[in-house]
């Protein structure tokens, strides 16, 4: 059974920063596209980063371009969020999510990735 668990939430001050993990178990990993989400209150789920199987394509949403960088470690089966210079907005459950379609690109619809973690609070005090 595939099981993805996001780890490294908190409450953190503007300017700071956080790393998220989320440990991928149950299959092999290392083929998929691996996405980190984030939803804050009232607003719906937005894709945040998602890397290629092989860590050799990325893509960011716009508002964390230059802040965010992830990456991957396919012989750990786990994937990494780093966010430096956190703002209030960034305020959100983050949660990560595998793509199982072996598409050619990186797919952006939420839709489309077919496995979920439960979700990890991150709280960016200003």
């Known amino acids: 059974q595939v099981q993805l668990v996001e780890s490294g939430g908190g409450l953190v001050q503007a300017g700071g920063s956080l790393r998220l993990s989320c440990a991928a178990s149950g299959r092999t990993f290392n083929s998929y596209t691996m996405g980190w989400f984030r939803q804050a209150p009232g607003k719906e789920r937005e894709l945040v980063a998602a890397?290629?199987?092989?860590?050799?394509?990325?893509n960011y949403a716009d508002s964390v371009k230059g802040r965010f960088t992830i990456s991957r470690d396919n012989a750990k089966n786990t994937v990494y969020l780093q966010m430096n210079s956190l703002k209030p907005e960034d305020t959100a459950v983050y949660y990560c999510a595998v793509d199982l379609g072996r598409r050619r690109s990186i797919t952006t619809t939420l839709d489309e990735y077919d496995y979920w973690g439960q979700g990890t609070q991150v709280t960016v005090s200003s």
């Open positions: 890397i290629n199987w092989s860590g050799g394509s990325t």
